[in-house]
């Protein structure tokens, strides 16, 4: 119900203008007309016409102008509700083809996939030291997206529904970025991070089904010693 006020009150916002405007022509052109033939009047009633035939003609131009003024507002008011609900379907369509992204921080300072390092078994001092974050994208939803952008490196050019993709990341000035930058995401302080290196925000570029460019932001948030990401927006690039 409440819904429905609105409706009829925003049709009325933008449509009192030119219905105002109608009523006013109206009324303005009936007094004219009873003025013109009050008393003897200055403009001749006409050959072989009467008051009588003026006045009938004034009754059949008021329900004219009543008949006009309802099938205006009609008008107005159908092609504003075809309008709104056409505006009300393009954004439902366009929030249910966006992509909703499951990630997950997989792991923190791990060892760099598809890489191999010599250590000592017997010696810990010789274990090698990682500085690095890992990262688990998917997407839940049930359209695909076409290329993936994250870190503002390229990803893929289509993720599937409940595919999911792992990144790991390592900022420019970690020992992981200067040894293994062609196996990692290298990240600069555009960037920020928190004390343990993980980024405090990032965006996911990509292309909808209807191949409109669109980016999401994701912000770090913690709660009860966890992290997560949570979605701040979602944008048209």
Known sequence: MEKELDVQRNFWRKYRVPILIFVVISVVGYIGTYLIFRGDGFIPVGKDLTKSDWLSFLGAYL????TAIVSLIALFQSSYYNKSENERR???????????????IKG????????????????SSSFPKHNNIELSFENV???????VIIFEKYICSLLKSNEIKNLQCAYYDT????KWAK?????????????QGIPMWFNI?????DGQAM???FELKSFDNTFYYSLEGIHKS
């Open 141 to 147: 939803n049930n359209y695909p997206i076409n290329h």
């Open 90 to 104: 393009h954004r439902e369509h366009r929030r249910c083809i966006q992509p909703n992204f499951s990630i997950n």
């Open 215 to 217: 980016y999401q932001t």
């Open 175 to 178: 020992d992981d970025a200067r």
């Open 63 to 66: 329900s004219f102008v009543g």
């Open 183 to 195: 196996h990692l995401i290298v990240l600069n302080d555009e960037y920020e991070r928190n004390e």
């Open 108 to 123: 923190i300072n791990k060892h760099i996939a598809g890489t191999a390092e010599i250590f000592n078994l017997s010696d």
């Open 205 to 209: 570029c990509y292309e909808d089904i």
